[in-house]
T-cell receptor, first 109, second 114 residues
Framework: QQQVKQSPQSLIVQKGGISIINCAYE??????FPWYQQFPGKGPALLIA?????SEKKEGRFTISFNKSAKQFSLHIMDSQPGDSATYFC????????FGTGTSLTVIP | DTAVSQTPKYLVTQMGNDKSIKCEQN?????MYWYKQDSKKFLKIMFS???????INETVPNRFSPKSPDKAHLNLHINSLELGDSAVYFC?????????????FGPGTRLTVL
């Protein structure tokens, strides 16, 4: 059973546009929600993370929005750049890590 | 200085063979993991070790056996390789079990079974 549902599976955005990836979870015991970024041929790496007592976290062009009541969170990439082209994984942790199914983002110049 | 390293980076082998993938981390972490990533990029956790003790053992065929000789190493041995084992295998480590602990991933080992 997939603990964290992620959509869309793939996303194509023009350079300068906003990329939005959504995730949803059911288990209210989750207490940390990181996003990982994976470039081709590399392992995933932590991009940004949020705790459930905060509704938004911003780091540069990357923002996590968190809706605790809806059990949803999303990653927004502002001013998307070709260098952002990668696979993005949302995750949720409690006593174990659970990764979403991944979103392949392509930013077209 | 690589934080999490894996060897080999590429592994091509015939069905039925036995192979091993080695992983080492120099971060001083207590917890190490093995993940399998298929062609659709799904990241599936296989095993998790904490202080050399097996913590998580997802539904993985018995042909897969992890070995942790010490906290810095977690090796994966695969017996009787099958076509479906072809994937990229990632080793990862974290300071502790889940929670707010960041996972650090190795560069991956691309296994191709012919």
């Amino acid at each position: 059973q997939q603990q964290v549902k992620q959509s869309p599976q793939s996303l194509i955005v023009q350079k300068g546009g906003i990329s939005i990836i959504n995730c949803a979870y059911e288990n209210t015991a989750f207490d940390y929600f990181p996003w990982y970024q994976q470039f081709p041929g590399k392992g995933p790496a932590l991009l940004i993370a949020i705790r459930p007592d905060v509704s938004e976290k911003k780091e540069g062009r990357f923002t996590i929005s968190f809706n605790k009541s809806a059990k949803q969170f999303s990653l927004h990439i502002m001013d998307s750049q070709p260098g952002d082209s990668a696979t993005y994984f949302c995750a949720a942790t409690g006593n174990q890590f659970y990764f979403g199914t991944g979103t392949s983002l392509t930013v077209i110049p | 200085d690589t934080a999490v390293s894996q060897t080999p980076k590429y592994l091509v082998t015939q069905m039925g063979n036995d192979k091993s993938i080695k992983c080492e981390q120099n971060l001083g972490h207590d917890t190490m993991y093995w993940y399998k990533q298929d062609s659709k990029k799904f990241l599936k956790i296989m095993f998790s070790y904490n202080n050399k003790e097996l913590i998580i053992n997802e539904t993985v065929p018995n042909r897969f056996s992890p070995k942790s000789p010490d906290k810095a190493h977690l090796n994966l041995h695969i017996n009787s390789l099958e076509l479906g084992d072809s994937a990229v295998y990632f080793c990862a480590s974290s300071r502790g079990l889940a929670g707010i602990n960041e996972q650090f991933f190795g560069p991956g080992t691309r296994l191709t079974v012919l």
